[in-house]
């Protein structure tokens, strides 16, 4: 064996050594009932399912290009068509309403009344080729049909954008469905700030952007919350304003889509997608948990588990990556 071939897998494991050996997810005392949740695809899936299951915990959602809760019903077969891609077939909203009423008299998820007091922001581009709009319609319709009040929904269905998150600057044409999948789209002749819009859809008009985010974003060890067997990966991170050492600010969590997570596209969604700089200016603190592709469990894509590949209680309070997530937030949140 030559010098080289014994120096390159001895770099490789420090490097898997130092990614696994970030610190622990710090406790800021945030404040517990000013949680929201957010994410892109497979992120959106997964961030409508945390909102229903812990309702009584949280404020609002931001679903972009995302389905209905439960909406695969346990398998993978359904979820072209909650994805929308089956012809002259969309999700059924009610059948997916009757699921989250049976979880919640079983006592799997939160009642569903905390539901009617939340804040929603949905988003479709026109030109998404994944998620098509038919899906994401029957999402706004799920939430209207659980008693969310119509003007607590604000859906944003017009913009001719591709399969992304959307920033007024930053990443791929407006119309790209490709990766990282973030995209920079103008409405009106202006920059579309999504996460201003979606965080302030939550939680009311908000303080101007930060011209610069100057907080921390702080690696954190997931393997605490999450094993290797759920999926999800050794490190997240978390973006810490400088205001919020001291707690009480609010906690949103955004959630990476299929192919997102920072093994994939670095940093381009947990630094780039626009939420620092609102959340540095509004004492927020933002909580990036990190899904990557593996083999064990099945996930190729690197996705969140909105289909069952983690096992059947995937959409409920049972579900190993809902516990850790809600474990994360506890973190954040604890005194």
């Known amino acids: 064996m030559n010098l080289a071939s014994r120096i390159v897998p001895l770099i490789a494991g420090l490097l898997a050594q130092a990614a696994v050996a ?3 997810l710090p406790a800021l005392q945030a404040d517990p009932t000013q949680t929201s949740v957010s994410g892109l ?3 959106a899936f997964m961030a409508v399912q945390y909102e229903v299951a812990y309702s009584a915990s949280v404020v609002g959602a931001g679903i972009v290009a995302g389905g209905p809760y439960y909406c695969a019903g346990g398998q993978m077969l359904n979820a072209g068509i909650c994805m929308g891609q089956v012809p002259g077939i969309a999700p059924n909203a009610s059948l997916m309403l009757g699921a989250a009423r049976r979880f ?3 006592g799997q998820i939160d009642p569903l009344s905390h539901l009617q007091t939340h804040r929603i922001y949905v988003f479709s581009g026109t030109r998404d080729t994944v998620v098509h709009q038919k899906a994401v319609d ?3 319709s799920f939430y209207k049909q659980a008693g969310v009040a119509a003007n607590n929904v604000q859906y944003v269905n017009t913009v001719a954008a591709g399969h992304a998150f959307i920033t007024p600057d930053f990443g791929n044409a407006c119309s790209d469905n490709a990766a ?3 995209s920079h789209c103008s409405v009106s002749g202006s920059g579309y700030d999504q996460a201003g819009a979606m965080l302030q859809q939550i939680y ?3 303080n101007p952007p930060a011209a610069a985010p100057s907080g921390q974003i702080v690696a954190f060890d997931q393997r605490e919350f999450a094993a290797a067997g759920t999926g999800m990966a050794a490190q997240a991170f978390v973006y ?4 919020c050492r001291g707690g009480g600010c609010k906690v949103h969590v955004a959630l990476h889509g299929c192919q997102q997570s920072a093994a994939k596209v670095g940093d381009d969604v947990y630094a780039k997608a626009g939420y620092n700089r609102w959340a540095d200016s509004n004492k927020i603190v933002v909580l990036y948990p990190q899904v990557d592709a ?5 996930n190729p894509q690197g996705c969140w588990d909105w289909f069952a590949y983690t096992g059947p209680a995937y959409a409920t309070h049972d579900g190993v990556q809902m516990k850790a997530i809600k474990a994360m937030v506890d973190r954040l949140t604890t005194k």
């Open 22 to 24: 970030a610190v622990p």
């Open 41 to 43: 695809s497979s992120g």
């Open 104 to 106: 919640a008299a079983a």
């Open 138 to 140: 029957a999402t706004v």
């Open 180 to 182: 990282p999948y973030v």
């Open 204 to 206: 009311g008009k908000l």
């Open 240 to 243: 810490v304003p400088a205001s």
């Open 294 to 298: 593996s083999t064990i469990p099945l």
